[in-house]
Nanobody
Framework: QVQLVESGGGLVQAGGSLKLSCVASGRDVTTIQMGWFRQAPGREREFVARIGRAGSHTDYADSVKGRFTISRDNVKNTVGLQMNSLKPEDTAVYSC?????????????????WGQGTQVTVSS
């Protein structure tokens, strides 16, 4: 099993920045790919970003590409999400997740483990 704990959420004005962090435990993080997802009130959960096992391959949703950057530190067992130029539509609960798939996955149903999420609120 993999345990994931997110932190770094909060309230920020439009145009501002936040950095989210996720700490993983219970399994060697070099064996899993990790991603960030978000869910706004009344909306379906959506893919935000993912990063491969070695951190050399990243993917982003079109809505955040160029503004968000995902990273991982396999020594510290963490994955980060740097969010710049935040918009009100970025407001959501952000969750980190881990997948044991050996291929690139972005669908939430392909992820095995989930954190409880951290709230990000962007005011206009």
């Amino acid at each position: 099993q993999v345990q994931l704990v997110e932190s770094g959420g909060g309230l920020v004005q439009a145009g501002g920045s936040l950095k989210l962090s996720c700490v993983a435990s219970g399994r060697d993080v070099t064996t899993i790919q990790m991603g960030w997802f978000r869910q706004a009130p009344g909306r379906e959960r959506e893919f935000v970003a993912r990063i491969g096992r070695a951190g050399s391959h990243t993917d982003y949703a079109d809505s955040v590409k160029g503004r968000f950057t995902i990273s991982r530190d396999n020594v510290k067992n963490t994955v980060g999400l740097q969010m710049n130029s935040l918009k009100p539509e970025d407001t959501a609960v952000y969750s980190c997740a881990a997948s044991t798939a050996i291929y690139v996955v972005t669908a939430p149903e392909r992820y095995n483990y989930w954190g409880q999420g951290t709230q990000v609120t962007v005011s206009s």
